[in-house]
């Protein structure tokens, strides 16, 4: 997947050209459809409405809360997050565009792509399950559940969902957070439990995340005065 985006870069300045144009052109006032027109240049990587794509990476951003897909984007632009293709296409793009394209993905619920197939073994798969829905006290890491939602459909308002995501997708975020390449709102609670997961933990969370089907209702559950187990700066309290 590496190298088909770096091969694609060059594609991807011209577009941006393009889009620039574009999305300085309209950026007031926007109809739904020239609203589709301005996401072309995000759905050829994350599907026409940002479903995500069954190439193994490119994640699902359909039906995120809008202030998490905004933190997202608001990363990308700023060094938060690093993956160039999309640095290119944000650069300059201001706020109140970004707070759009998000509102944008953030009403769509489209299918979610086919879960994972790949074979794995039942006592890896028995780990993550133990992991995301109880967490591992003896470790201090919290269940992923207690702030990804019982249904793991994310939190509103900046607490993504973690169904209908690729095992590759999951391991290489936990990876980044891990390694101090992802960034989220400080404090940085993603990154504190990052730390404390092995690799084996990694594959084992990852893999049976991406097995789980679509929920019945995929939208993320409403803010909850509940404490969380650890602060987060994108979820405030
Ligand atoms: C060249 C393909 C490509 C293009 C074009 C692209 N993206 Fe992405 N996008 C990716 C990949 C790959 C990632 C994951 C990067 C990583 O490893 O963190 C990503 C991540 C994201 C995320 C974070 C997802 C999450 O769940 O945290 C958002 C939001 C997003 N993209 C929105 C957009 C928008 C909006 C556009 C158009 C302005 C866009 N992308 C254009 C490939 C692309
Ligand atoms: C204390 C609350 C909390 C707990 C517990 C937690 N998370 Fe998160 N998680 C967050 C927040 C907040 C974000 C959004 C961070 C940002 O804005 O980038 C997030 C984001 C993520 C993402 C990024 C999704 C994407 O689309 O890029 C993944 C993957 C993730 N968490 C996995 C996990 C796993 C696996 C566990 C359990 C081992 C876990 N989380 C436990 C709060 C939590």
Redo the contacts with the bound molecule.
Sequence with gaps: MHRRTIGSSVLFALYVMWSGVAFAADASGAMPSAMDERVRACTSCHGVQGQGLNNDYF?RIAG?PAD?LF??LT?FRDGGRTYPPMGYLLAFLPDDYLRKISQYFADLQPPYPNADQSNVAPAVLAAGRR??TQ?DPARK????I???GARMTGTQP???G?LG?HASY?AG??GTWRSGTRH??APD??HS?AVK?TDKDITA?SSW?ARQPRPADPRPAPASAER???A?G??PQ
Excluded: E, R, T
């Design positions: 994640p995120k998490y933190n997202q990363a992991l995301v967490g890491i919290p269940a992923c207690a702030c990804h900046g607490i993504p973690l995501l999951i975020q936990m989220a709102l609670c993603m439990i997961l969370v995340l969380l187990p650890l987060c994108s979820q």
